[in-house]
């Protein structure tokens, strides 16, 4: 059987395929009729696509367990608007013959790259000595660090792919920023964004340990028996507890709360929901930025072209529904040139607001250091531009 490679992205209908991919899940299962058929998942970098045999079920499974690589032949076929293959022969293939990276998915920036910007955020942004002190010790550690950078962020639905948690954070860190000094400045005394950045930096550290990534995602003993939020806050813990000078006892169970609340609700996996504005703050932050990563999902062939479906993407469970792209063309949308990026309360492309002022209130000074004005971040500080290396 060949073993050339073939990406699931490159598919198309009705094609011949013999290709090598890595078996993330299988099973037997029965047709209405009772006859066994084989259920499988394949995986590489750019995807996965659910195969199918009808025949020769029980033969073919003996052949190849879940993370082994494996030769298939069969073709491709859509199904409710998704690709899938038929197969009729497949081979297990020994691991030396493949490179890893071909059946992977990851992040489309290097790891170590978004672990860089996301350190130089903290040291930049970071006005709390105590809270840098104890993120450094976090993320000093090495194996700590190295798991962090190749974790995925979910086993579906969002930032499944390897770097897909540090992803999601240095994206959650960028926005989580500027909404904090937005309330800072709004309600002056209400929200600390340190703790907000912290917040982010430790919400979903616990699915290293939660999650199985050596090859195809899935969760561990662990993680299925305790889980990352509970996890979680027992490093916050841990890590607190090998500090010389001792951190601030207030200061810890403010850091647990942020890891205990952050799904927001107890029916979906939080023990105590949000008491404090940064753990509210810190709550949407997590649903915007893995939301918009699943409409990216989602949206992506339509946005790059590589779909032609009238603007609508498939059924998404996650999502509730379809999603649509209203593709831009050359000359802008609705007689707009380019993004138009919302700078003053009034001026091209954007409404007048004929409503009355309100009336003017004096702004209280703030109270404490929790409200002190941001430090402007250094000229040095890499940033600026997202996801820039």
Same mark, same amino acid.
Request: aromatic share 8%; proline share 5%; hydrophobic share 40%.
């Given at each position: 059987?060949?073993?050339?490679?073939?990406?699931?992205?490159?598919?198309?209908? *009705?094609?011949?395929?013999?290709?090598?991919?890595?078996?993330?899940?299988?099973?037997?299962?029965?047709?209405?009729?009772?006859?066994?058929?084989?259920?499988?998942?394949?995986?590489?970098?750019?995807?996965?696509?659910?195969?199918?045999?009808?025949?020769?079920?029980?033969?073919?499974?003996?052949?190849?367990?879940?993370?082994?690589?494996?030769?298939?032949?069969?073709?491709?076929?859509?199904?409710?608007?998704?690709?899938?293959?038929?197969? #009729?022969?497949?081979?297990?293939?020994?691991?030396?013959?493949?490179?890893?990276?071909?059946?992977?998915?990851?992040?489309?920036?290097?790891?170590?790259?978004?672990?860089?910007?996301?350190?130089?955020?903290?040291? /930049?942004?970071?006005?709390?000595?105590?809270?840098?002190?104890?993120?450094?010790?976090?993320?000093? %550690?090495?194996?700590?660090?190295?798991?962090? +950078?190749?974790?995925?962020?979910?086993?579906?639905?969002? /930032?499944?792919?390897?770097? $897909?948690?540090?992803?999601?954070?240095?994206?959650?860190?960028?926005?989580?920023?500027?909404?904090?000094?937005?309330?800072?400045?709004?309600?002056?005394?209400?929200?600390?964004?340190?703790?907000?950045?912290?917040?982010?930096?430790?919400? %979903?550290?616990?699915?290293?340990?939660?999650?199985?990534?050596?090859?195809?995602?899935?969760?561990?003993?662990?993680?299925?028996?305790?889980?990352?939020?509970? @996890? $979680?806050?027992?490093?916050?813990?841990?890590?607190?507890?090998?500090?010389?000078?001792?951190?601030?006892?207030?200061?810890?169970?403010?850091?647990? /709360?942020?890891?205990?609340?952050? /799904?927001?609700? =107890?029916?979906?996996?939080?023990?105590?929901?949000?008491?404090?504005?940064?753990?509210?703050?810190?709550?949407?932050?997590?649903?915007?930025?893995?939301?918009? *990563? =699943?409409?990216?999902?989602?949206?992506?062939?339509?946005?790059? $072209?590589?779909?032609?479906?009238?603007?609508?993407?498939?059924?998404?469970?996650?999502?509730?529904?379809?999603?649509?792209?209203?593709?831009?063309?050359?000359?802008? @949308?609705?007689?707009?040139?380019?993004?138009?990026?919302?700078?003053? #309360?009034?001026?091209?492309?954007?409404?007048?607001? #004929?409503?009355?002022?309100?009336?003017?209130?004096?702004?209280?000074?703030?109270?404490?250091?929790?409200?002190?004005?941001? @430090? #402007?971040?250094?000229?040095?500080? +890499?940033?600026?531009?997202?996801?820039?290396?």
């Amino acid at each position: 059987m060949a073993r050339s490679k073939v990406y699931i992205a490159d598919l198309e209908d *009705n094609a011949v395929v013999e290709s090598t991919f890595l078996l993330a899940a299988k099973s037997i299962r029965e047709t209405r009729s009772g006859d066994p058929y084989l259920s499988m998942t394949l995986q590489d970098r750019s995807g996965t696509i659910e195969v199918r045999a009808w025949d020769n079920a029980l033969m073919l499974d003996k052949r190849a367990d879940i993370d082994d690589f494996v030769a298939i032949r069969g073709r491709v076929s859509s199904y409710r608007d998704k690709l899938q293959i038929t197969i #009729t022969d497949m081979e297990r293939i020994d691991d030396a013959s493949v490179d890893l990276a071909d059946y992977m998915p990851h992040s489309r920036w290097s790891a170590d790259g978004l672990f860089e910007q996301l350190r130089s955020l903290l040291t /930049h942004q970071i006005q709390s000595p105590e809270v840098l002190r104890f993120l450094n010790a976090l993320l000093d %550690d090495p194996d700590f660090a190295r798991r962090y +950078k190749q974790a995925p962020a979910a086993v579906t639905n969002h /930032h499944n792919f390897l770097g $897909g948690l540090l992803e999601h954070t240095l994206s959650m860190a960028r926005l989580g920023l500027q909404m904090a000094r937005h309330y800072q400045a709004y309600y002056p005394g209400l929200v600390d964004s340190d703790l907000v950045i912290a917040g982010v930096v430790l919400h %979903d550290m616990g699915k290293v340990e939660e999650l199985s990534y050596r090859r195809s995602f899935d969760y561990t003993t662990e993680g299925r028996m305790v889980g990352h939020i509970a @996890r $979680g806050a027992e490093i916050v813990g841990q890590v607190a507890a090998a500090l010389t000078p001792e951190l601030d006892p207030d200061l810890v169970t403010h850091l647990k /709360h942020l890891v205990l609340s952050h /799904h927001g609700r =107890m029916e979906y996996g939080s023990p105590v929901t949000p008491r404090t504005a940064e753990a509210m703050l810190l709550h949407f932050l997590d649903m915007i930025d893995s939301r918009m *990563n =699943m409409c990216w999902n989602a949206c992506e062939p339509l946005v790059s $072209g590589a779909s032609a479906s009238g603007g609508w993407s498939d059924y998404r469970r996650a999502l509730e529904g379809f999603m649509f792209v209203q593709p831009a063309p050359a000359g802008g @949308r609705w007689g707009q040139e380019g993004r138009v990026m919302l700078q003053d #309360t009034e001026g091209p492309g954007l409404a007048t607001n #004929t409503s009355p002022e309100p009336e003017a209130r004096p702004v209280a000074e703030p109270s404490s250091a929790r409200a002190a004005e941001p @430090r #402007t971040p250094r000229p040095e500080d +890499k940033n600026l531009s997202l996801f820039g290396e």
